[in-house]
């Protein structure tokens, strides 16, 4: 049976399930999706381990007297029907808050947002702790976030991988990256960490933490300066670079080896490499947008690929994010905006301070889903402290995660084989996934359109639709139906369907979807919206403190995503070994540690406990550890990282952080 990955994920594997008598057995790739069809990655293979875990949650809990018990749906109902209309009558619909996130990218699941919608609306999140800094920055430079197909890199001669590691994060990319290598290309990863990737490359650039936004702008300086720019390119589809080409003097090769850490010379030879190699892919992560700068920094590199004419062109482009799907899919309908809903809105990685600050009107009632914030939200030990301050918080889950811990009501979801549904969850790809469901789930679990339903019946409330997958999917594709005459049916006998365009090469025309139809080197919609025109290097606001170096706190703390889980996803709970925190040898001899040792690792926030593992992939001013890690394991990295904002898209700046060492004496 096909199915797919639901997973907040680069590759969204398209999988197919083997199915005995209702009961899964098996898992593995789909061969018709052109570009995972030939491996899953282990958080695809854990499939079967997810759903049947013993500690996966099959009724719903309701904490009475500080523990939890076992309760019906029709009590859970009840008693959230008496909280939300309590805080209706009370406060009005702003009382409401809905908290969500990636953790699921059916299609369906976006109901939840019409169903707070059918009440007059909630309070909800804008940007991300993901990558909006990144998208927001696309958007003002190309007007839209497009990237070009994986096949397209075999036409590249020079691939620039800047602040991802798809050995980690995206393994179904390193494919076409070696059929690249194969047809001639040079692969340059740069990353203030050695990661796994660094093998596929011919050269790594070890920058500097948050000084990649310099970096670029020093590239920009060499090549306008050598002459190496596109001046067809820049004259027939760019506006604003005369004030870019001003900013960008101002990098001279001494000040930007200052910032960034590089040799002038390696600076000057990877400008030189990537003006002289036509075409050259920058393939963009989202670790260099996770600094306070990021917004900026993004639209830096962005300006590289504009000033050398690769874009619109096959092997070129500046490859961040995929969002062609998002025309084909009526999202209006899915957040029910045409029963004219208010919201209020507040900056995502600020849920604390919003859960704080509120008081007209308060927050009243919390609803959670397809996420962990306890454990995944900067400053995460704040946000548990005001977490008690909501009378009543309400989380549909899988697993009794921190968040689910800390809530009044847990209520078990459905997993993705036990649901019909649409994916389109790929940050890169753009293929459409149909699941039928392929199992049952257990007898009490329900899919969260399902309850909801029930929910605004006790309500007393309209605008909500009845709980039929087939008519509710057909209704959320209808812009695709009515530009390509594509039926459900069609999708779910074609699965996986690629979606109009989703091979082309974007920005060939050279007609960009920014106002003036332009690339915008300088974007006045950035200015009006306070982030500047251009993309203005500053550097990042705690790794740039140097009050704070001097108290002890002289570290880059970073966490990056781990191999085998998509942040808290995968961390069941299964009695872990302690998390490890990987030290540059230098740094291990400096604060006299040795491998296997246990450290505090230290924040002004808070701190973790974790085991040293010595390794030269991390640079010497940096403590890394994977992030995802639960509370229970004494590793919740974002006990340390800061609830701070990017300069744009709202998203979280997880990677501005210090930290210091403690070594465990105990």
Not at 182 to 188: D, N, T, W, Y
Not at 410 to 417: G, N
Request: proline share 6%; hydrophobic share 40%; with cysteine.
């Amino acid at each position: 049976i096909k199915t797919t990955c639901p997973l907040d994920c680069w590759d969204q594997c398209a999988m197919l399930v083997e199915v005995e008598k209702g009961r899964f057995l098996s898992v593995s790739p789909d061969p018709e999706q052109k570009i995972t069809g030939k491996f899953l990655c282990r958080k695809g293979r854990q499939s079967l381990a997810r759903l049947n875990h013993p500690d996966r949650l099959r009724y719903p809990l309701l904490k009475k007297n500080g523990s939890f018990k076992r309760v019906g749906w029709d009590e859970a109902l009840q008693v959230m029907a008496y909280r939300i209309s309590g805080a209706l009558a009370r406060f009005g619909p702003l009382s409401l808050l809905h908290y969500h996130d990636g953790g699921y990218g059916g299609l369906l699941k976006n109901l939840e947002s019409r169903f707070f919608s059918a009440l007059g609306g909630c309070t909800e999140h804008r940007g991300s702790l993901c990558w909006a800094a990144g998208l927001t920055a696309q958007g003002y430079d190309f007007g839209a976030v497009y990237s070009h197909p994986h096949e397209d890199l075999a036409n590249a001669r020079l691939i620039i991988i800047w602040g991802r590691n798809p050995a980690f994060t995206q393994p179904h990319l390193l494919p076409f990256i070696r059929q690249a290598k194969k047809k001639g290309a040079r692969v340059i990863l740069i990353d203030p960490l050695h990661t796994a990737t660094a093998a596929l490359a011919d050269e790594y650039i070890g920058v500097r933490p948050g000084s990649d936004g310099a970096l670029a702008l020093g590239m920009a300086a060499v090549i306008i300066e050598k002459g190496l720019l596109d001046r067809d390119f820049i004259a027939a589809a760019s506006s604003g670079f005369e004030r870019y080409r001003t900013l960008a003097a101002a990098f001279s090769l001494k000040r930007t080896a200052s910032l960034t850490g590089l040799a002038p010379e390696v600076i000057e030879h990877l400008a030189l490499s990537y003006a002289t190699a036509k075409p050259a892919a920058l393939v963009i992560g989202i670790g260099l947008q996770r600094h306070s700068n990021g917004g900026n920094t993004v639209r830096a590199v962005d300006a590289l690929a504009a000033l050398t004419g690769n874009i619109g062109v096959k092997g070129g482009g500046a490859s961040y994010a995929n969002f062609q799907i998002s025309r084909f899919v009526d999202d209006s309908f899915l957040n029910g905006e045409e029963l004219q809903p208010i919201r209020r809105r507040y900056p995502k990685p600020g849920l604390a301070k919003a859960i704080s600050e509120f008081s007209d009107p308060p927050v009243d009632f919390l609803y959670i889903s397809r996420a962990n914030p306890l454990t995944q939200v900067g400053d995460s030990d704040s946000l548990r402290r005001v977490f008690k301050r909501v009378p009543f918080v309400v989380t549909a889950e899988h697993f009794m995660t921190d968040t689910a811990n800390a809530s009044d009501l847990v209520l078990p979801a459905t997993a993705f084989l036990e649901t019909e549904d649409l994916f389109y969850n790929s940050m890169s790809h753009q293929y459409l996934v149909y699941s039928a469901g392929c199992i049952n789930p257990p007898a009490e679990c329900r899919a969260e359109y399902d309850y909801l339903h029930d929910l605004i019946t006790l309500l007393g409330k309209k605008g909500y639709p009845a709980p039929e997958p087939d008519r509710l999917l057909a209704r959320a594709i209808e812009p695709l139906t009515n530009e390509t005459g594509v039926t459900l049916e069609e999708i779910r006998e074609n699965s996986p369907y690629l979606l109009p365009g989703g091979n082309n090469i974007p920005w060939a025309d050279r007609i960009f979807e920014t106002v003036d139809g332009r690339y915008n080197f300088y974007s006045p919609a950035a200015e009006e919206d306070g982030t500047g025109g251009l993309p203005v290097y500053h550097r990042p606001l705690e790794l740039g403190d140097d009050k704070l170096r001097r108290e002890g706190y002289c570290y880059w703390f970073v966490t990056p995503h781990p191999r085998d889980s998509i942040h808290s996803s995968h961390r069941l709970p299964d009695g872990v070994a302690i998390p490890k925190a990987y030290l540059h040898p230098r740094t291990a001899e400096q604060e006299g540690l040795k491998g296997g040792e246990k450290i505090t690792v230290r924040s002004k926030r808070g701190y973790l406990q974790a085991a040293v593992t010595v390794s030269d992939r991390v640079p010497p001013d940096a403590v890394m550890v994977y992030e995802g890690w639960w509370h229970e394991s004494g590793a919740a990295v974002n006990k340390l990282t800061p609830a701070r904002t990017t300069d744009m898209g709202c998203q979280a700046a997880f990677y501005d952080c210090l930290c210091r060492i403690e070594k465990d004496t105990c």
